[in-house]
């Protein structure tokens, strides 16, 4: 599904866990939740040890506007050992379904790593369509020149199985690349 540039998203804002930094983590996320929400967006702030009480769908919790907190960081560290001595898992009530439900989760107190996500995708995309224009074009050149005789079995094998490696040569590109 292709998105409009001025369209919003639902995303997901994952803060807290299992450490010392819980405070800093939860206060820094409440603050990106509310900048996201500002611009638009449908935003849900999830602690990721906590979770989250929802009466409703996953896909429903978006359209709520649920309230983000507002944390205050603490002069001391946290008491992280109950968090540790759970049995359920590393995520509290309904993390993972929020995550499947949204657009984008977000697990990172830096606001620049927005617009970095948005240049990996576009290189992967632009990468992903030289890969399938390559292999169409050879694949269509080949098939020709054996319709009229000039095609070995071999360039019908290279057509097919060369074409796959270059096509992930060129794929590996992308994991240089600075962002």
């Not at 820094?28 to 040890?49: F, N, P, Q």
């Not at 030289?130 to 020149?145: D, E, R, T, Y």
């Amino acid at each position: 599904m292709k998105r409009k540039a001025t369209e919003f998203m639902k995303i997901a804002v994952i803060c807290g866990g299992r450490s010392n930094e819980r405070d800093v983590s939860l206060s820094t996320g409440a603050k990106v939740a509310t900048e996201l929400r500002k611009v638009g967006h449908s935003v849900v702030y999830i602690d990721a040890c906590e979770g989250l009480e929802l009466d409703c769908t996953p896909e429903e919790a978006f359209e709520k506007s649920l309230p983000i907190p507002v944390h205050v960081v603490a002069e001391t560290a946290p008491d992280v050992r109950p968090f540790f001595e759970r049995k359920e898992g590393f995520f509290g009530k309904n993390v993972i379904a929020i995550c499947k439900a949204a657009d984008v989760v977000f697990m990172n107190s830096e606001m620049s790593a927005i617009p970095k996500a948005i240049a990996i995708a576009r290189a992967v995309n632009n990468v992903a369509w030289q890969n399938v224009v390559f292999a169409l074009v050879v694949k269509v050149i080949i098939m020709a020149a054996g319709l009229f005789g000039y095609a070995s079995m071999w360039a019908a094998v290279f057509a097919d199985t060369g074409v796959s490696v270059l096509c992930v040569l060129n794929a590996c590109r992308v994991l240089y690349k600075r962002f």
